[in-house]
């Protein structure tokens, strides 16, 4: 056995330096950042939320890099932590702690990094607790289906259909005169 740079390695079997275990990452990390991000911003609703919540996934990939052993499912396991991350983040106690001050700080306009259709839409959807909006996103913006979904989030598929069920039914609730979000598709 030998070792390369901190690394052992075993004789008849390559390693991977850190070198190229480095370029790999940052290819995989500039090819999905973006995406990631987008999801993040529907899942949090702010921006700067959505960035430190993709920063802290990403540095997350990045320790955990040499334990991914099937790179053709690194997409859905940076979904997975980038999910664990968001769970993380609303079930901490300070989160929920709200400050009130006699003026408000004005606040620019809420920049936007997904894709940009249907705005209204997702500002309402970011009115949803947390699990529904996760469930929102996952199915109907990752579009991924109820098993892949609830494998994500670590629930039941019938939980995944009971979360989506409710917020949809939240959405038609707020938004009744829309023919596709009603369910009177024919008014159109």
């Known amino acids: 056995m030998g070792t390369i740079i901190g690394m052992q390695m075993d004789a008849g079997t390559s390693a991977t330096t850190p070198r190229s275990r480095d370029a790999d990452f940052e290819a995989w990390m500039t090819a999905r950042q973006p995406a990631l991000l987008r999801t993040a911003c529907l899942l949090t609703g702010e921006t700067h939320t959505a960035e430190d919540l993709v920063q802290t996934t990403l540095a997350n990939m990045y320790l955990a890099w040499d334990r991914v052993a099937d790179r053709e499912h690194v997409d859905a396991y940076a979904r997975k932590a980038l999910l664990n991350e ?26 936007r990094s997904y894709d940009g259709h249907n705005d209204a839409l997702w500002q309402f959807v970011a009115t949803l607790p947390p699990k529904q909006r996760a469930v929102i996103v996952l199915r109907y913006y990752e579009e991924l289906t109820e098993a892949e979904a609830a494998a994500a989030l670590g629930i039941s598929v019938g939980t995944v259909k009971s979360q989506a069920s409710r917020a949809l039914a939240s959405l038609r609730a707020a938004i009744p005169d829309h023919p596709e979000l009603s369910g009177r598709e024919d008014e159109r």
């Not at 079930?91 to 306009?109: D, I, K």
């Open 86 to 111: 968001f769970r993380s983040l609303w079930r901490r106690p300070w989160r929920r702690r709200e400050v009130s001050a006699e003026q408000l700080p004005e606040v620019a306009g809420s920049e």
